[in-house]
């Protein structure tokens, strides 16, 4: 038996880090009254997501803390000083359906040895805003998609035995509302957003004016089934903004222009294989069938 004890041991144990911010302590690592073998131990700054059904870890840093590369630990007991960069994101997450969490985790042995893992909590800067962008997702279209889940033969040859039957059903009809241009643009900093809605024909005049809102929502794997995956789905906060039609001459369809406001939950996007947090843009008639979503994305 080489390494007999570890502590990870912080300099200031209670401290939340923000991005940029040193993680900063040193390891005591013990060895026992012979030299354990070279190579064997290791620190590592990492973050895990986990919920119910959802268990994802990936590594951001790590520390070999041998005294060098080849020769073995010398007994009695050792002090390796670390400082890791505190990163911009993702960040310490707490929500409904999963969490999001840092760790200094320290191995010895290869896994055979003792191990100490020890939390850290990593939040954003007192200015901390999101930038936010388009991305080219439709949530309608795209939503969560958590692992590949294997579709059974029977099935797959099912579904293809009823499109060679019916087709792929009627072509849709041409749609009105069709959005021939959409520019969202985001200062980084600022607490608005501005947007700009062509739509490619005339809509009706009596439509006066739109409503705009930015939605956050969580996703994560509720339960697997021998299907399917369930995925269960919750609001974090919306905004919402009026959109305003303008003349403009440079465009044969109908423009509209306004402002909303950012949403207040400090929730950037994120997404590992069973969980996500997701924003999305939608722009629709109140009390009308018009209705339009678009993806976004917000990071630090």
């Not at 520390?63 to 505190?86: K, M, Q, Y």
Request: proline share 8%.
């Amino acid at each position: 038996m080489g390494v007999a004890s570890v502590e990870i041991v912080l300099d200031e144990p209670e401290a939340t880090y923000r991005p940029g911010d040193p993680i900063a302590g040193h390891v005591v690592l013990t060895v026992e009254d012979h030299e354990s073998d070279a190579g064997a131990a290791w620190l590592e700054l990492g973050w895990e997501c986990h919920g119910r059904f959802v268990n994802y870890r990936r590594s951001v840093a790590n520390l070999d803390l041998r005294p060098n590369t080849r020769g073995p630990w010398s007994v009695g007991t050792h002090e390796i000083a670390f400082a890791f960069e505190c990163p911009a994101w993702p960040l310490s997450y707490e929500g409904s359906k999963f969490d999001l969490d840092y760790t200094l985790w320290i191995q010895t042995d290869g896994g055979s040895g003792p191990t100490q893992t020890v939390d850290v909590f990593c939040v954003p800067g007192p200015q901390s805003m999101p930038t936010i962008a388009l991305t080219d997702d439709d949530p309608d279209r795209q939503r969560f998609q958590p692992r590949m889940v294997t579709t059974s033969p029977l099935t797959t040859a099912l579904t293809w035995a009823l499109t060679r039957l019916l087709g792929d059903g009627p072509s849709p009809r041409p749609s009105t509302d069709v959005v021939d241009d959409l520019q969202f643009e985001h200062v980084p900093g600022s607490t608005m957003a501005t947007i700009r809605v062509v739509f490619a024909q005339r809509l009706d005049a009596a439509l006066g004016s739109l409503r705009a809102q930015m939605v956050l929502r969580e996703f994560s794997v509720g339960r697997r089934t021998a299907r399917a995956p369930r995925v269960d789905e919750v609001e974090l906060d919306r905004s919402e903004g009026t959109l305003r039609r303008v003349e403009d001459d440079s465009v044969s369809g109908t423009c509209y222009e306004g402002q909303v406001p950012l949403p207040e939950a400090p929730a950037f996007t994120f997404e590992c294989p069973d969980a996500s947090i997701r924003w999305a843009l939608e722009i629709y008639e109140e009390g009308g069938r018009l209705r339009k979503h678009f993806g976004l994305e917000a990071h630090p």
